[in-house]
């Protein structure tokens, strides 16, 4: 069976610090992947994504990035965060055709 | 561009009766339309999927309708209990590249 995973659950970073979040899906080959946001009892607000090694989608400009190295691999990076990034950070995989999105755990990231 | 449009107050039911949650949207019809449940601090959780010309699709207490006449998808939960309390999402797939777009949701609250 297909399962996502996303790390970490938590993170607390400073302000000017680097960021680096990491997804990864098991079971599935060439899924479609994705990078969103949800602040508080707000929707998900999608920040990138990638149907293919190597091709990303920016859906909104601002300090953050993502790579895609790997098939199942997805990363979502900032070189220096800012005390707006802090937010609800989810990744998630779908396969194209008549099927649902498959979330992770998500991370809460505190900028500080 | 394709907007959703779901209640943005929180619905309160009675454990036993029916909940419908209504996801509304504008201009063109999706080829799907899914609905997610989502509890705090968790990422969203696949629950259904209804194709454009499905009408109706049900899985155990739950029911989905589409009506692409009224650009409406209402999401039934029959005998509602307390734990079916959850925020839930519709989204839309427009293409084939299985882009989502997602509503803000609607918070459900059953009460005992």
């Known amino acids: 069976s297909q399962t996502i995973h996303q790390w970490p659950a938590t993170l607390v970073q400073p302000v000017g610090s680097p960021l680096s979040l990491e997804c990864t899906v098991e079971g599935t080959s060439n899924p479609n992947l994705y990078w969103y946001r949800q602040a508080a009892g707000r929707g998900l607000q999608l920040l990138f994504y990638?149907?293919?090694?190597?091709?990303i989608s920016s859906e909104v400009p601002q300090n953050l990035s993502a790579s895609r190295p790997q098939d199942r691999q997805f990363i979502l990076s900032s070189k220096k965060l800012l005390l707006s990034d802090s937010s609800f950070y989810l990744c998630?995989?779908?396969?194209?055709?008549?099927?649902?999105?498959?979330f992770g755990q998500g991370t809460r990231l505190t900028v500080v | 561009s394709q907007k959703i449009e779901q209640n943005s107050e929180a619905l309160n039911i009675q454990e036993g009766k029916t909940a419908t949650l209504t996801c509304n949207y504008t201009n063109y019809s999706p080829a799907y339309l899914q609905w997610y449940r989502q509890d705090p601090g968790r990422g969203p959780v696949f629950l259904l999927l209804i194709r454009e010309n499905e009408k109706e699709k049900r899985k155990e207490r739950l029911k989905v309708t589409f009506d692409t006449t009224l650009k409406q998808s209402l999401f039934h939960i029959t005998a509602s209990q307390p734990a079916d309390s959850a925020t839930y999402l519709c989204a839309l797939v427009m293409d084939s590249n299985y882009q989502l777009i997602w509503g803000a949701g609607t918070k459900l609250i059953i009460k005992p």
């Open positions: 990638s149907v293919g090694i190597g091709q």
């Open positions: 998630a995989w779908s396969v194209q055709g008549n099927r649902g999105a498959f």
